[in-house]
Each structure stands twice: as C-alpha cells, then as structure tokens.
C-alpha cells in the first residue's frame, strides 16, 4: 500500500503546476516562460492606462497654454435693424456686419514663456512616472510569476508530509490494535495526519490564488495559466557593486525623482509665471470687416497695439504668488524627503542580496544533502532494510521550494536595484535552457 502512495506522490510532483479542470488559456502562451509574461507587462492593464492616460492629458494642457499664447482669430457676424433718426444721412434700416478679427500677445514679460515651461516640465514628469509605473509592474508580474512556482513547490512538500503522516497513522491503528500502544499515541497520530491534511488543503488553495493574481496582473482576469516554466536566471551570477556608487546612481537616476524634480521645476515656472501677472502686456490686434451700412465709423480695415497695465487686483495676485510659492517649498521638501528614501531603499536591497546570496549557498547544500540523504534511504528501500523511505521525500521536496525560495529572493532584489537605479528592468533569463529542463 505504501508502494502505492509513493508512485501517487512522485505523480503529483511531475504534475507541479497543473490546477483544476478548465483552467487553462489559449490566450496566454503553453507553457508560460517568464519572458512571456514580462512581455505582456506593457498591456492595458488598468495602472498603465492611468499612467498613459496622466502623460496624455499633460501633453493637452502643454498644447493648450502654447495655443493660448499664439495668434488667434475669429470671424465675426452681426445682423441689425435700426430706426434711423430723422437727421441721419442714412435712412437704411439694415446695420449688418461682418469681421475677421486676429490678435496676438506680443509681449508680457514672461509670463506666456514661463507657463510654457512649467507645463513641459509637468509633462516630463509624467513621462517619468510611466517609466517607473512600468517598472514597478514588471516587478509585480516577476513576484507573482515565483510564487505560482514556489506555490506548487510547497504544494509539493506538504502532499509528502500529508502522505506520511498518513501511514505513521494507519500504522498506528494496526499497532493500537494489538495493544502494542496506547490510545494516546493513536490520538497523536491521528492530530498529526489531520494538521498536515489542514497544510495540505491551504497549500492547493494557494496554488489557484497565486494563478489568479498572476492573471490580473497579465490583464487576462479568470485565464490561470497551467504550467510555467522555471526560469534559468542569468541574474545570478551577478556580483555586488559598491554601495555609494549604486546610491549616486539611483539619486541621480531614479524615475520617480527624476518625476519630483520636474515637479519642483514646474512649480518655480509656474511661480514665475504668477508674479507677470503684475507686470504689462502688449498685444497686437487687427480686423477686416464690411458693412451694410456706410457710415463714418465704419472702418473697413484696423490695426492697433494694445497696452494693458494692471493697477489693482485686490490681493489676487499676491495670494496666488504665496500659493504657488507654498507649493514650491513643499515640492522641494517632498524631494529631499525622497532622496534620502532612495538611498535607504539602495542600502536595504544592497544588505538583502548580501543575505540572499548567502541563503542561496545554504540551500544548494541543504539541497544536496537531502539528495544524497534520499539516494541512501531509497537503497535501504530497496534491499528491504528500511520499510519506507520516512522523511526523506518530504525533506527533499523542501530543500526543493527552499532553494527557489533563495534563488526568486535574490533576483527580485536585483530586479528591484534596476528599477531604483533607473534601469529597464529586464528577466535576464536563460530561456532556452529554461525550456529545455
């Protein structure tokens, strides 16, 4: 019977990955390499469109502010009747008109060239903010891929533990039988095998789950991809840089302080922008128009520059000027504050490679030992010295999630360094490879 339950587990591991019935996708690529999946990263999924959505509507207020300044003109029409007095030279009742009118802000000390710049400096800011909203959601698409894989490994590691404490159970009935032990072993027994069925059950449901975000992440809501593919991972093998060096990249490069530093550039133009207000403008204005009536006021063609002076705005301006100035003081601070964050954030991923790559060490040996621990117990099977192969299996299938464990830390934390230091964040995957194991 035992024979049985061991062809049933090594079933189940050659099965890893494999979910209910009906879960699959022809949609989605089979099987599902990671390269794949960061391939979709630039889908519409609903953070990008808002991403996308932000840098459009910064280019329309850009476009908007440089029309606003450029030549404008219109047509005019009018359709009159009047009662002329009895003195007029003319007694014709129509009084029609038609202009074309244009004008054109010739000069204002500013104030045009400075909303211009504060509105390129918003819209790279969004640009920025794209960048790294696409970065951080190929990272996210990075961390759910793993977890499908690392689910199915502890899927794997709990099933073993399901199936011994199972026949450690069953053992113990035939033995509490004969009264060759007590109730209360029996009873430890049967809490045992129900614990690790418990771990067992919670372990499959995770399996759906980590399929499941991994496709709202995708943007294919309800299509669970069925195998993955394990990545070979390039990544690796790369060595630690200097710390100082990767935070001067990262203040220097990172996108969301690029973002915040056009923010900042943003608000002082627009700072400039208020305090023209003050100041004169000069526009240029001409028209052409016809008349139904001729009359002396009716001027066919006029031109003229206009002078406008503002005296008094009861404190409008001068507010504006304080808020805006308010602004700029809080966006540099948010600025500095998010630096000195950058730099924190470098530090932190920098000590947790140090500790991933050690954690990688422990678990390629924990792997081998376990491996030849498995190859000993399985010829004690064999020669018929041992009745089963006890913990082994299991403690393999853990030194198996343990290793992906280390190995999926240490590449999200190079993936995450990327993103901070402003570089694309790529899978640095060996994908042939990949495929063929």
């Known amino acids: 019977m035992f024979k049985v339950r061991i062809i049933i587990s090594a079933a189940l591991l050659l099965l890893i990955g494999q979910v209910g019935a009906g879960t699959g996708n022809t949609a989605l690529p089979e099987p599902l390499t990671l390269s794949d999946a960061l391939a979709l990263s630039s889908n519409e999924y609903p953070d990008n469109l808002v991403a996308r959505s932000r840098l459009q509507a910064a280019r329309a207020s850009k476009d908007m502010i440089e029309a606003d300044s450029g030549l404008q003109t219109r047509l005019e029409g009018r359709l009159r009747w009047v009662e002329p007095s009895s003195r007029a030279l003319y007694p014709d009742r129509d009084d029609h008109r ?227 100035q308010s602004l700029l003081t809080e966006t540099r601070a948010e600025l500095h504050k998010a630096e000195m964050e950058v730099r924190q954030q470098v530090l932190e991923l920098w000590q947790q490679l140090y500790i991933t790559r050690a954690q990688r060490d422990e678990a390629a040996v924990f792997t081998d030992f376990r491996d030849a621990a498995l190859d000993k117990d399985r010829g004690l099977y064999e020669l018929d010295v041992a009745a089963d192969l006890g913990d082994s299996l299991a403690l393999f299938s853990a030194a198996l999630y343990q290793t992906a464990k280390a190995d999926f830390d240490h590449a999200l934390a190079w993936a995450r360094l990327d993103a901070i230091m402003g570089k694309q964040v790529g899978v640095h995957e060996n994908q042939s490879e990949a495929l063929k194991k």
Do not use: C
Not at 102 to 131: E, N, V
Not at 148 to 157: E, K, Q, S
Not at 196 to 214: E, F, G, M, N
């Open 98 to 324: 038609v202009a074309l009118l244009a004008s054109k802000r010739l000069y204002d000390f500013g104030q045009s060239s400075a909303s211009i710049a504060a509105a390129d400096a918003t819209l790279s800011s969004q640009q920025w903010l794209l960048q790294d909203q696409q970065s951080r959601h190929r990272i996210d698409i990075m961390q759910a891929f793993f977890d499908v894989i690392l689910a199915d490994l502890a899927y794997a590691r709990d099933n073993e533990l399901m199936a011994i404490a199972f026949v450690r159970f069953d053992r113990a009935q035939d033995r509490n039988r004969l009264e060759q032990i007590p109730d209360v072993d029996l009873l430890e027994a049967e809490n045992t095998y129900f614990r690790a069925r418990s771990i067992r059950y919670a372990s499959d449901v995770k399996r759906r789950a980590a399929r499941s975000r991994l496709a709202n992440l995708l943007n294919h809501p309800g299509e669970l991809p069925t195998n993955l593919v394990r990545p070979e991972l390039i990544v690796l093998g790369r060595e630690l840089p200097d710390i100082e060096q990767v935070q001067q990249q990262a203040v220097h490069s990172n996108p969301a302080l690029q973002a915040l530093r056009q923010q900042v550039e943003s608000a002082h133009q627009k700072l400039k922008s208020v305090r023209a207000r003050n100041k004169p403008t000069i526009d240029l204005e001409l028209e052409a128009a016809d008349y139904s009536r001729d009359i002396r006021s009716s001027d066919k063609y006029r031109a003229g520059l206009v002078f406008a002076m503002p005296l008094s705005t009861s404190g409008a301006i001068d507010a504006e000027i304080a808020r805006q």
